[in-house]
């Protein structure tokens, strides 16, 4: 119902939290509860796959998959692979997930590509790692919803979200109405000015750090084929073009392999549940 209203609103993408692999730590009964939840949940949403088409739902799970059953493993890739090329509305589903070990997992991925040489060690940046979440493709949320009037994020996004809107609110979940979410939006609609200032502001920097090492590649470059450190300036240019669609080029091939590497992962799983 949520997430009709925020289709009906114009929110063409949602994420919501699950599964913690915190979770993982409560009693087996427990866990075993809610894996038997999760199994409703996605086989359900396996036999509303028309609807899913009709309305373009691209669906996609974010986690550590492997540390959940096979038999859920099978089921979450038949629902990705069968949803991944609509694209009117997507919904993520973070499922084994906590935010520090998708940071974690995303640095593994660069140190894979370094030692692939597929990358440049000078190619890892905090751009890079954020095309090595789990959620590189979606933008970064604009708005986080914490009910039931905690007020922490619980390892949630905690690299997606450092520009975005946080509401908490007392209402329990289950108890979440339309106007509980209207009264969020509002508070984002408040405060969207000071936000994207700050984002702009942070991508400049971004911006910014990235010309400063490439001025240095190239600084290094030119002194090695004997010119000072300013160097020719036509030459500096050149190099620093070069520099620049080589980077992008590096960059392009290993996220090709890292998505290869992702879809490969699912498409096996439905080969073994096959």
Same mark, same amino acid.
């Given at each position: 119902?949520?997430?009709? =209203?925020?289709?009906?609103?114009? !929110?063409?993408?949602?994420?919501? #939290?699950?599964?913690?692999?915190?979770?993982?730590?409560?009693?087996?009964?427990?866990?075993?509860?809610?894996?038997?939840? +999760?199994?409703?949940?996605?086989?359900?949403?396996?036999?509303?796959?028309?609807?899913?088409?009709? /309305?373009?739902?691209?669906?996609?799970?974010?986690?550590?998959?492997?540390?959940?059953?096979?038999?859920?493993?099978?089921? !979450?890739?038949?629902?990705?692979?069968?949803?991944?090329?609509?694209?009117?509305?997507?919904?993520?589903?973070?499922? +084994?997930?906590? &935010?520090? /070990?998708?940071?974690?997992? +995303?640095?593994?991925?660069? +140190? =894979?590509?370094?030692?692939?040489?597929?990358?440049?060690?000078?190619?890892?940046?905090?751009?890079?790692?954020?095309?090595?979440? #789990?959620?590189?493709?979606?933008?970064?949320?604009?708005?986080? !919803?914490?009910? &039931?009037?905690?007020?922490?994020? &619980?390892?949630?996004?905690? =690299?997606?979200?450092?520009?975005?809107?946080?509401?908490?609110?007392?209402?329990?979940?289950?108890?979440? &109405?339309? =106007?509980?979410?209207?009264?969020?939006?509002?508070?984002? %609609?408040?405060?969207?000015?000071?936000?994207?200032?700050?984002?702009?502001? #942070?991508?400049?920097?971004?911006?910014? %750090?990235?010309?400063?090492?490439?001025?240095?590649?190239?600084?290094?470059?030119?002194?090695?084929?004997?010119?000072?450190?300013?160097?020719?300036?036509?030459?500096?240019?050149?190099?620093?073009?070069?520099?620049?669609?080589?980077?992008?080029?590096?960059?392009?091939?290993?996220?090709?392999?890292?998505? /290869?590497?992702?879809?490969?992962?699912?498409?096996?799983?439905?080969?073994?549940?096959?």
């Amino acid at each position: 119902q949520t997430l009709r =209203w925020c289709l009906n609103l114009g !929110i063409r993408e949602v994420t919501v #939290y699950a599964f913690s692999i915190e979770n993982f730590k409560r009693s087996k009964e427990e866990v075993d509860g809610l894996m038997d939840l +999760a199994r409703q949940k996605f086989s359900r949403l396996l036999e509303e796959q028309e609807s899913l088409k009709k /309305h373009g739902v691209c669906i996609r799970v974010l986690g550590d998959l492997p540390l959940l059953p096979l038999d859920i493993q099978e089921l !979450i890739a038949q629902a990705v692979l069968a949803t991944r090329n609509y694209n009117k509305c997507f919904l993520n589903v973070c499922f +084994a997930y906590t &935010s520090r /070990h998708e940071i974690s997992n +995303a640095v593994r991925e660069m +140190a =894979w590509g370094v030692e692939q040489g597929l990358l440049e060690p000078s190619d890892v940046s905090e751009s890079l790692l954020d095309k090595c979440l #789990y959620t590189n493709n979606s933008p970064d949320p604009d708005l986080l !919803i914490r009910t &039931s009037g905690e007020v922490r994020l &619980s390892d949630f996004l905690l =690299w997606q979200t450092s520009h975005s809107c946080l509401v908490f609110q007392s209402v329990l979940w289950p108890e979440y &109405s339309f =106007w509980n979410l209207c009264e969020a939006i509002l508070r984002f %609609q408040m405060n969207y000015s000071a936000l994207q200032k700050a984002r702009d502001s #942070y991508m400049e920097e971004r911006r910014r %750090q990235q010309m400063e090492r490439d001025q240095a590649y190239v600084t290094k470059k030119l002194q090695q084929e004997g010119f000072a450190s300013h160097g020719d300036s036509r030459r500096r240019q050149t190099l620093l073009q070069k520099c620049t669609a080589m980077r992008e080029e590096r960059i392009q091939g290993f996220l090709q392999a890292l998505e /290869h590497k992702r879809v490969d992962f699912f498409e096996r799983l439905c080969t073994v549940s096959a």
